[in-house]
């Protein structure tokens, strides 16, 4: 099977813009989440989504938001960005149900300049 | 938030000798996992212990946990320079069935540099 794949790879914005990435999870998952790393904060979690809802939350300001697609494949926004938005955001699938490993995709290196 | 701490943040061995790393957590969990990472890339899952057991092996790897003291190590036997990473560990206080929410919070991560 395909592993996790996360697009684009890299991404520069400016403060001010928005911006959306991409996650498709490996084929037969329905749960995906979102992390964000970054050298101060380290990983912290975003979101989960599970058959297109939202089933949990990090914390985050609302400015962060996502939305999973009837094939799994999950987005996430992030609007006025900030130069704190800076980051490695990682996406994880997992099957669901009793398995609790969650495979990584390589991520997208966000700048905000 | 981070859910706790790892120890050593940084280790520095020579090839063929073991390492140790330490995780503390803070909350109960259902499992704790470890996950290596190379140079800002994804994360590579590497083991999963559930609650109720106390230690478990991977090939050179062994993981321990201790719930009473909420603390887990890992323990890599033989180093090898391609070892070298970072090493994470994550809580799932997540419960088994299928409606149950996934959220991984990490540890701060201990930074192994094997050396040849």
């Known amino acids: 099977k395909a592993g996790v794949t996360q697009t684009p790879r890299y991404l520069i914005k400016t403060r001010g813009q928005q911006v959306t990435l991409s996650c498709s999870p490996i084929s037969g998952h329905r749960s995906v989440s979102w992390y964000q790393q970054t050298p101060g904060q380290g990983l912290q979690f975003l979101f989960e989504?599970?058959?297109?809802?939202?089933?949990n939350k990090g914390n985050f300001p609302g400015r962060f938001s996502g939305r999973q697609f009837s094939n799994s494949r999950s987005e996430m926004n992030v609007s006025t960005l900030e130069l704190g938005d800076s980051a490695l955001y990682l996406c994880?699938?997992?099957?669901?149900?009793?398995?609790?490993?969650?495979?990584f995709g390589p991520g997208t290196r966000l700048t905000v300049l | 938030s981070q859910q706790g701490e790892e120890d050593p943040q940084a280790l520095s061995i020579q090839e063929g000798e073991n390492a140790t790393m330490n995780c503390s957590y803070k909350t109960s969990i259902n499992n704790l996992q470890w996950y290596r990472q190379n140079s800002g890339r994804g994360l590579v899952h590497l083991i999963l212990i559930r609650s109720n057991e106390r230690e478990k092996h991977s090939g050179r790897l062994r993981v321990t946990l201790d719930t009473s003291k909420k603390s887990s190590s890992l323990l890599i036997t033989a180093s090898r320079a391609a070892d070298t990473a970072s090493y994470f560990c994550a809580t799932d206080a997540g419960g088994v069935s299928s409606g149950s929410a996934r959220q991984l919070t990490f540890g701060s991560g201990t930074q192994l540099t094997v050396l040849p």
């Open positions: 994880a699938s997992t099957p669901g149900g009793f398995y609790n490993e969650q495979f």
């Open positions: 989504y599970f058959s297109e809802t939202q089933r």
